[in-house]
């Protein structure tokens, strides 16, 4: 006894007038979720992806949702119940139609083999590849900008073909196997039906031509390796690890195709004096113990040269100053950072008896001083220091 077929409208969960963008939602969700990729080797969900694809096939077919509607299965399959004509479908042939284009959204294209997804191929241009080098620089010179000349070596047209691949007097075959397209199509029948794939052409590779005697400069590729030199032109505030990309600089293109760009990874050695932190430079300044009591007019370093800086009476260890605007240019060129100075006390070694007196004296006044600020304050004096 020949199995009863469910109702295709039951199958897909919609109403007799449901609309033709909502069948193919309902279709999509259901195939997408039976499908046999995303079960391997479950037998329901194979069936039931069977089914889903069959109650599609009609109800999409406004002539044969009309037959089915009026008779039943009856009307779209003469040999119901046993099976329809091209498969288990009941003349579900042909190379799936929606069904392509529906699982292309679905995986990316050409999932599971369906058809409506064309393979890339090689005969069409093709852009070159992109070149990285890296490039060491000064500190001042990352600072202020500046022009380099870099050596590289990389794939440009062969001289001798003119990028053709050809020996010179000779030319390509188109390819008799795609047409020279570089990709061919096949079909093959299947438990769902007819399916069609495309692929790179076996014969010419993807090329679409075909060449009988290859350019012996370049061994038919048409692209030459070729020493060069390129000027490099450094913006001003460029940083350690930052990158410079030069356009079309890179390999060359194929078919027509546009050349790759060249990028150039900046490397900066580090300063003896300065640091860099953003656009700000920091460095540090000794002084003598002298110096900072007393202050001093002193010479210091900035990138842009030695400045006179006035350093204040009482200057501790580790106070910092500010020099604005003596630090990086803006990248952007919008103004400059700043400088910071931090200030370190150097302590005076193997000082002669003289001087090592004058420091004793020196340190008796002070304590002499304190000593009379303690008698004349008293004891509250004391407690209110301490507090």
Known sequence: MAEQKRDYYE???VSKGVSDDELKKAYRRLAKQYHPDLHPGDKEAEAKFKEVNEAYEVLSDKDKRARYDQFGHAGVDPNFGAGGPGGPFGGFT?????????FGSFFGGGFGGFGGAAASSRSGPQRGESLRVNLTIDFTEA???CEKEISLTRLESCDTCHGTGCEPGTTAEVCPDCGGSGVVRTQKRTPFGVMSTTGECSRCHGTGKIIHQP???CGGSGLARKQKKITVNIP???DDGQAISLRGQGNAG????SAGDLIVNIRVRPHPVFVREGSDVLMEQEVTFNQAALGAELEIPTIDGKVKWTLPAGTQPGATFRLRGKGIPSLRGRGRGDQ???VKVTVPTNLTEAQKEALRAFGDTMEGKEARQEQEEGFFGKRRRKK
């Open 254 to 257: 194929r078919n027509g195709g």
């Open 236 to 238: 001003a505030g460029i």
């Open 11 to 13: 199958i897909l969960g």
């Open 94 to 102: 042909g190379d799936f139609g929606d069904l392509g284009d529906i």
């Open 215 to 217: 350019c012996k400069t």
């Open 143 to 145: 600072a202020f900008g």
């Open 340 to 342: 910071f100075v931090t």
